[in-house]
């Protein structure tokens, strides 16, 4: 689904930020992406969204190559993303159900067809009863979830997260792991960004930590004396794969 | 093909609403437009009008020759004479001294201060005077026929009525590139005007615009209702500039009827003129359209560059 081979990626006046990355992630996985501030988790998530290109290296999704896709196709292949940002970048001048049909207005889907994807995403995040009300008048956990119906609407096959969480306390942030659980439950790839270590120690997913632009860990957790042993060695089979 | 008819039709809805939305300033920006669409129509219609005048004046030349005070009756009679060889001369009739002065004082019996004037005058101050009317009426032929009348002895003036004629279209074509040049540089401040106003649109929007490409919609897309934005400010804008036209016309017609009829002449501005009616609506949409178009590329760019900040390391 995704393939990363020999990335490295350097900004015009800086060092590189990543260096020879390779990875693979399967279609229906659930992977985190962990590192510290500046380790290179957005510049990673960025070229998985084709929202950068690599400096050298391959990036391979849904087998194209993003550095020979034209400028013009590059829209096409972001429709296969649902995006989901930390400050959830949601539109403050409409209301929810507006919020939410934007991808759907993209992707040129309209009239009941949409209303009907539009109520079965707020359905999904537990918001079909605000349909009406404006993003500002939500908390901050159920602007989150509202970010996540608009990221879904459009029956996306990858879930790019990027620290869903950060700005959450833990019952709120629960809740948004739940969601991103059931949708991995039913064949959406996640990849989520995250410095939140307890956040996902309980997991029994594969994290990709990143250290200076390297990817230094390529297995699950193994810190956790509680994680499951046969998990973690599907996990190992998985990488080597 | 319906795909693409409606993503049209719904950014056209979506432009409809928001100046909906916003109806005082769209209002505004489509009077600004009409109203530097209609300050050179008028200007042309003005100079339209005056030019088909003097066309139809020119055809009317007339040379007046008038000869010197001293003239005897047989020098008279030998210019009369060279007229009649002269193959350029359609026709021509003698009105002599005593004639001119009587035509005066009849004309003049109406004001009472004019005939005091001439009977003060005493004696008769008129030459006598040939009117000639000239075969061709092209400038060239009439200034030469003018030249040889001049020369003939005792020949006092010889005058070519369309003198002034001429300095007037002379005039008409100087006025016309002035408004060839006040046209193009209200066309300039129009394009700046509707690219600003598009340009602020796209900064209240930028949000939008911002989410939208990172959800995967094209430039088009993105594009689209903008342009739709501008073409239709031209649009309104233009329809605005016909109105005024019309308006303005009728109440001066009201005038030159007046005035015309003092001429006992016809003379009325054209109200309906079609083809500039057109002209100044697609103007006006074309350069709503090329208005909007520089400014959503150049905001484009600049949205495509900050977009990238959009995941926090």
């Known amino acids: 689904m995704i393939k990363f081979d020999q990335v490295t990626k350097r900004y015009p006046g800086s060092d590189e930020v990543l260096k020879n990355v390779n990875l693979h992630i399967e279609a229906g996985e659930f ?45 096409f292949l972001r429709r296969r993303f649902g995006l989901i940002f930390q400050d959830h970048k949601l539109l403050y001048d409409r209301n929810c159900f507006e ?76 809740d948004i792991m739940a969601i991103f659980y059931a949708f991995n439950q039913v064949g959406v790839t996640v990849i989520m960004a995250t410095h939140d270590a307890l956040g996902m120690s309980a997991t029994q997913n594969r994290v990709l930590h990143l250290d200076q632009g390297k990817l230094t860990q390529h297995t699950p957790t193994l810190t956790d004396p509680k994680q499951d042993i046969g998990q973690s060695e599907s996990n190992i089979e998985k990488i080597a794969s | 093909m319906s795909h693409w008819l409606n993503h049209q039709l719904q950014a056209i809805k979506l432009v409809l609403s928001r100046m909906r939305a916003n109806l005082l300033s769209s209002f505004m920006i489509c009077l600004v437009v009409g109203v530097a669409m209609c300050l050179p129509s008028l200007f042309y219609i003005g100079v339209d009008h005056l030019s088909k005048l003097t066309d139809h004046m020119q055809n009317e030349t007339e040379i007046s020759l008038f000869l010197k005070l001293d003239v005897s009756h047989d020098t008279i009679s030998e210019i009369d004479a060279l007229l009649a060889k002269n193959p350029a001369i359609k026709q021509y009739h003698l009105v002599t001294k005593d004639e001119a002065w009587q035509q005066l004082q009849e004309k003049s019996k109406s004001s009472p201060a004019v005939s005091d004037a001439i009977n003060q005058l005493g004696k008769n101050p008129l030459p006598d005077a040939f009117f000639i009317q000239a075969k061709s009426v092209a400038p060239d032929d009439l200034a030469s026929l003018k030249a040889s009348l001049q020369s003939i002895p005792g020949v006092e003036q010889a005058l070519l009525n369309t003198d002034w004629a001429k300095r007037l279209a002379t005039l008409i074509t100087l006025s016309k590139k002035l408004i060839l040049f006040i046209t193009i540089l209200l066309a300039i401040v129009l394009l700046v005007i509707i690219g600003n106003t598009v340009r602020m649109q796209i900064l209240t929007q930028q949000d939008e615009i911002e989410v939208s490409y990172l959800i995967g919609a094209t430039s088009s897309f993105i594009r689209t209702p903008f342009l739709y934005a501008g073409i239709l400010y031209g649009l309104f804008g233009g329809l605005f500039a016909v109105l005024m036209i019309l308006g303005i016309t009728q109440i001066f017609n009201y005038s030159i009827t007046d005035l015309s009829n003092l001429y006992s002449s016809d003379f009325r501005l054209t109200l309906f003129n079609g083809s500039l009616f057109l002209a100044v609506i697609s103007a006006a949409i074309l350069i709503g359209w090329l208005g909007s178009y520089l400014a959503v590329t150049h905001a484009i760019t600049s949205i495509t560059q900050l977009q990238k900040m959009v995941f926090h390391d």
């Open chain 1, 99 to 174: 919020n939410v049909i934007l991808p759907l207005r993209i992707n040129g889907v309209s009239g009941n067809e949409a209303a009907k994807r539009v109520r079965a995403a707020l359905d999904k995040v537990g918001l079909l009863h605000k349909e009406k009300a404006m993003p500002i008048t939500l908390s901050g956990g159920e602007q989150q979830r509202l970010a996540i119906a608009r990221a879904v609407v459009s029956r996306p096959s990858i879930l790019i997260a990027d620290e869903p969480t950060g700005n959450l306390d833990a019952s709120y942030a629960a």
């Open chain 1, 31 to 75: 992977v985190f992406v962990t590192g510290h501030s500046g380790a290179g988790k957005s510049t990673l998530l960025k070229l998985i969204a084709a929202i950068e290109r690599p400096t050298s290296g391959t990036v391979l999704i849904a087998n194209q190559n993003v550095s020979q896709l034209k400028s013009s196709a590059i829209p």
